[in-house]
């Protein structure tokens, strides 16, 4: 446990607020500029029964003519209780635009589900994913997860418990993870996003990526902003030292004013020059996954 319960009590009104549909985020999705030469490739891709259980796919104009390119799965945040894919696109053609075939997920969303199920709707999707993406132009033995908020959480939880991708048959599918802003021990539940999320969990334990920590777990990245009063910066700087006490591979990067929306905010090419995160992001994934 840290010193302060790590979420601070605006997480649940915030990260909401963050996909309303007058966000700053879904206004960059309606009218902020994108990168070019890249475009939705496929829309509502079906990974489960669900009407949430879809995901989008973005590539760049050469994906699949000369060579494969690695695969990201892109988890949006919301505070496990909102969010719709349909907001991200410009975030997910920011990626692809930088060589990777890019999938962006919805998942079910409290109260409708509860902690363990949008984890395992991200499992089923990253699997999913991976099954498809050849047919794209996309190398799913270079696969990677990632997400910002509640969604770092997921990509976080996904690949470092085992359990979730080997109920899926997927075992092995993902090789690198990346964070931004990530909540990864959040002991006590003491804000109603957590409580709504996860306090009817027998363990809570087994709900914080940090309980999962492990030397053999695919090379991870994390990025967190130091202004950031929702999640702040300890829970990144934590997770690095397990990690890195344990022998794994993960490295994290620290940005000076950042708050919590600006971890994603600034792949967009209106805020790009505030802080170098999308170019940090990426360059992990392509020695992660081998981009050439």
């Known amino acids: 446990m840290t010193r302060r319960g790590l979420i601070a009590p605006a997480l649940g009104a915030l990260m909401a607020s963050m996909t309303a549909a007058c966000s700053p985020l879904a206004l960059l999705n309606a009218v902020g500029p994108r990168d070019p030469g890249v475009r939705r490739v496929a829309r509502d891709l079906p990974y489960g029964d669900h009407p949430r259980q879809r995901f989008d796919l973005y590539a760049p104009a050469k994906a699949g003519r000369d060579r494969r390119l690695p695969v990201l799965v892109f988890f949006y945040g919301g505070g496990w209780d909102s969010g719709s894919k349909d907001v991200y696109g410009w975030a997910a053609q920011a990626l692809a635009a930088r060589g990777f075939v890019v999938a962006v997920p919805d998942y079910r969303l409290v109260p409708e589900v509860v902690f363990p199920t949008f984890l395992e709707d991200a499992?089923?999707?990253?699997?999913?994913?991976?099954?498809?993406?050849?047919?794209?132009?996309?190398?799913?033995?270079?696969?990677?997860?990632?997400?910002?908020?509640?969604?770092?959480?997921?990509?976080?939880?996904?690949?470092?418990?085992?359990?979730?991708?080997?109920?899926?048959?997927?075992?092995?599918?993902?090789?690198?993870?990346?964070?931004?802003?990530?909540?990864?021990?959040?002991?006590?539940?003491?804000?109603?996003?957590?409580?709504?999320?996860?306090?009817?969990?027998?363990?809570?334990?087994?709900?914080?990526?940090?309980?999962?920590?492990?030397?053999?777990?695919?090379?991870?990245?994390?990025?967190?902003?130091?202004?950031?009063?929702?999640?702040?910066?300890?829970?990144?700087?934590?997770?690095?030292?397990?990690?890195?006490?344990?022998?794994?591979?993960?490295?994290?990067?620290?940005?000076?004013?950042?708050?919590?929306?600006?971890?994603?905010?600034?792949?967009?090419?209106?805020?790009?020059?505030?802080?170098?995160?999308?170019?940090?992001?990426?360059?992990?994934?392509?020695?992660?996954?081998?981009?050439?």
């Open 123 to 292: 499992a089923a999707a990253t699997a999913r994913v991976a099954e498809v993406a050849g047919e794209y132009g996309g190398d799913a033995a270079r696969l990677g997860v990632l997400g910002h908020s509640a969604g770092a959480h997921l990509a976080m939880m996904i690949t470092l418990d085992r359990r979730y991708m080997a109920a899926v048959g997927a075992p092995d599918a993902i090789k690198a993870a990346a964070g931004l802003a990530g909540p990864y021990e959040f002991l006590p539940f003491d804000v109603a996003a957590s409580v709504n999320a996860f306090g009817q969990a027998p363990d809570p334990l087994q709900t914080q990526p940090l309980s999962f920590a492990r030397a053999d777990a695919p090379p991870l990245w994390l990025g967190h902003g130091t202004a950031d009063v929702v999640v702040h910066a300890e829970d990144t700087v934590l997770l690095e030292a397990r990690m890195k006490a344990l022998g794994g591979d993960c490295e994290a990067r620290l940005y000076g004013g950042l708050r919590h929306e600006d971890l994603i905010a600034t792949f967009s090419p209106l805020f790009r020059r505030k802080a170098t995160v999308l170019a940090d992001v990426t360059g992990f994934f392509a020695r992660a996954l081998g981009l050439a």
